[in-house]
């Protein structure tokens, strides 16, 4: 699921020199992009890294835009992207007021920033910590590292959202009085990397001249000027200068942040932010003063004392949902308490809307509430808001929407997995898993037997068999989405069918994979004449085709000819076949005709566990059969088939989210890490039900 991005840089705009006898140029624009380094970025809660191995543009020629609006076009640009940062450039094209504006502007002196808007495919996440190498550098966590990223579009803007390099941009110092600079000081300063110093305000000016002027100026003869002190004035002043920016970046982003904010509390920011200047404060202090400055207070909001009840909790909702969606036997998953809070609270049952009004509030959201559940609501109750809509309190919310739902979906996941025919994790080993690698199995055969220790004491070694299996885990998965419509008709049961669903298209997944491979096993030569396996003589579901076919399992030997030593466990028998097999291990006595001489007691009974499944007939599995039947060993002791399974986990996991940007819904996901694959040809014996 793509995720939308969106980042700042400076932007340099050269109208082109005219030419005589030539139509005029086209006004260009070169920016920095993006330098590798973890940058702040809104609607992303940690810090995120752009991994440029992994950024690519969905058109060789980049729209340019005005504001991200596609119908105010600027002109068009191109994107590089190296190991070390991305650069784009471009030209500013044709005569539209959009283009116009742009051009106009940026000749009286007009600072634009470039917004770069992008979508992540493929991110991870980097635990507190943690640490890894992204862009050549080494990273630390907490941070989002986005592995997968597409550009999509660039816009020029006023005010940039979220990088550290659009702080030059989101300047609050007031402009230079001066227009120019002496040619020497120039030339130091571009000599020190400082190459836009036309734009630069006498604020940043300021410590550099001193810095400049203490290299320079002729020093006293009994006291000549040392290079480190030069060195001091200057990494102070580029540490003054980086201060400055990273709090202009802090209030640029907090207005992005904030429309419609009122006039009164831009000028005291304004005030806070020179005052922060002044005082050399660290961004990170600005940013909590300014926060405790814009703050409104209001009383305590707790969403705990709903209808005058003090018992609203994540699980009261949980018990809630449960109880509505009628999951089975929900009542033994919740205590006497929460069971009755979630009564008192929702006698008639909880909607979808009501709980997603319940969540924003939660999360501190006091807009207008329209008849409808809006994108602005859902994305509080997600925890994702501009701060204008958010009212301060003094406490801290225990209700999470994404908690509650991945509880809830989970619960209804496993409905929906264990409501379809399971009989694989009954007749198959679970080998565990670290990764999705291929794994290697050896054969239990081998030269193990046990020899007498002589009387020096020597322990002879045995080897294990020559025979590997391989197996591997992969990635299968599904999403649904509840919808707008979901959504506006408060309906709750798309939160419970959504995962119920999900839970049973990953159990007919595993049926769909174990059954391909069981079934297909004859056709790929596990069972045969050389591996005598096969009863193809009195093999139906008789007391004369299980002794036959007993007989066969017994005979078996490993592959230094001695006895296999391994007694058959389980029958696995088609639909059709069930009711004889049960007969059959199930009676105390068996009449199967006059003879002279008839036993009183059934010898099969309760000899073999019985399982049955409707895919061992289903005619769109290749080896499919009405009457065919298998014999195995106890899966634990010698498997015919193992099912590797990601940390051990067969059964599928499900993720809710918040849908993509602008669209109102949520989408579930589930997803499960299996594989299967035939392992020991010893371990059954397959009867062809014919008698």
Request: hydrophobic fraction near 45%; include cysteine.
């Amino acid at each position: 699921m793509a995720e939308p991005l969106t980042f700042t840089a400076p932007v340099t705009i050269a109208a082109a020199a005219a030419v005589e006898g030539q139509p005029p140029r086209k006004p260009t624009f070169e920016m920095l992009a993006y330098t590798g380094a973890p940058m702040s970025v809104a609607g992303y809660w940690s810090p995120v890294v752009v991994d440029l191995a992994g950024v690519k543009t969905e058109n060789d020629a980049l729209p340019i835009l005005l504001d991200h609006d596609t119908a105010q076009i600027v002109g068009q640009g191109v994107a590089i992207v190296d190991a070390g940062a991305i650069r784009i450039s471009g030209d500013v094209m044709g005569n539209s007021p959009e283009a116009t504006k742009v051009v106009a502007l940026a000749k009286d002196g007009f600072r634009w920033q470039a917004s770069i808007g992008a979508n992540v495919t493929r991110r991870e996440f980097l635990e507190g910590g943690k640490k890894t190498q992204v862009n050549g550098r080494e990273v630390t966590g907490p941070l989002i590292i986005a592995r997968e990223t597409t550009l999509k579009e660039v816009s020029f803007v006023a005010i940039g959202a979220d990088s550290k390099t659009s702080a030059a941009v989101a300047a609050s110092s007031p402009p230079r009085k001066d227009t120019t600079v002496d040619a020497n000081f120039k030339a130091w300063l571009e000599s020190n990397g400082y190459t836009a110093v036309d734009t630069m305000t006498e604020q940043q000016l300021k410590p550099l001249a001193a810095a400049w002027k203490a290299e320079t100026a002729p020093p006293p003869v009994a006291q000549p000027a040392r290079r480190s002190d030069v060195d001091t004035l200057l990494a102070e002043a580029r540490a003054d200068n980086e201060r400055r920016e990273m709090i202009a970046d802090v209030t640029a982003r907090f207005l992005a942040e904030s429309p419609g904010i009122a006039p009164d509390m831009i000028a005291k920011i304004e005030t806070l932010a020179g005052a922060a200047a002044a005082a050399k404060w660290s961004a990170d202090k600005y940013e909590h003063e300014l926060l405790k400055a814009t703050r409104v207070q209001a009383p305590v909001y707790r969403p705990s004392a709903i209808n005058g009840r003090p018992q609203m909790t994540n699980r009261v909702l949980e018990a809630a949902i449960c109880a509505t969606g009628r999951l089975e036997n929900y009542e033994k998953l919740y205590d006497d308490q929460t069971l009755q809070a979630a009564h008192d609270q929702f006698p008639h049952g909880i909607g979808l809307r009501q709980l997603m009004l319940i969540c924003a509030e939660a999360n501190g959201y006091r807009g207008n509430y329209a008849s409808e559940v809006t994108i602005e609501v859902q994305r509080a109750a997600f925890g994702m808001i501009a701060p204008n809509r958010l009212q301060a309190t003094t406490g801290f919310s225990t209700i999470s929407i994404s908690t509650t739902l991945s509880n809830v979906a989970n619960k209804f996941l496993m409905n929906g997995w264990n409501a379809v025919d399971l009989t694989p994790l009954r007749i198959a080993k679970i080998r565990p898993v670290r990764d999705f690698k291929q794994i290697t199995t050896v054969s239990l055969t081998g030269d193990v037997m046990y020899q007498q220790v002589g009387p020096g004491g020597e322990i002879k070694h045995g080897t294990l068999g020559e025979t590997v299996y391989n197996n591997q885990a992969n990635t299968y998965a599904r999403m649904l989405a509840v919808t707008r419509t979901d959504i506006i008709n408060d309906d709750l049961g798309a939160l419970t069918e959504v995962p119920f669903k999900l839970g049973r298209g990953a159990g007919l997944k595993l049926n769909d994979i174990f059954w391909t491979i069981f079934l297909g096993a004859e056709a790929a030569g596990f069972f045969s004449a050389g591996n005598k396996n096969n009863n193809t003589g009195v093999g139906d579901m008789t007391t004369a085709g299980l002794a036959t076919t007993e007989a066969l399992f017994m005979a078996q030997v490993d592959p230094d000819g001695y006895p296999l030593g391994i007694q058959p466990a389980i029958i696995v028998v088609p639909i059709a076949q069930r009711a004889a097999a049960a007969t059959l291990m199930n009676s105390e006595r068996l009449i199967t005709g006059n003879t002279t001489t008839q036993g009183d007691a059934n010898i099969w009974r309760d000899r073999f566990r019985i399982e049955s499944s409707p895919y061992m007939s289903n005619t769109v599995y290749t080896g499919n059969s009405g009457v065919a039947w298998y014999m195995l060993a106890d899966p634990a002791v010698l498997p015919m088939v193992e099912i590797a399974a990601l940390n051990g986990r067969v059964e599928p996991t499900v993720q809710s989210a918040d849908a993509d940007f602008n669209v109102l819904g949520m989408q579930m996901r589930g997803f499960s890490d299996i594989g299967v694959a035939l392992q020991e040809f010893r371990a059954a014996v397959k009867a062809d039900g014919t008698p």
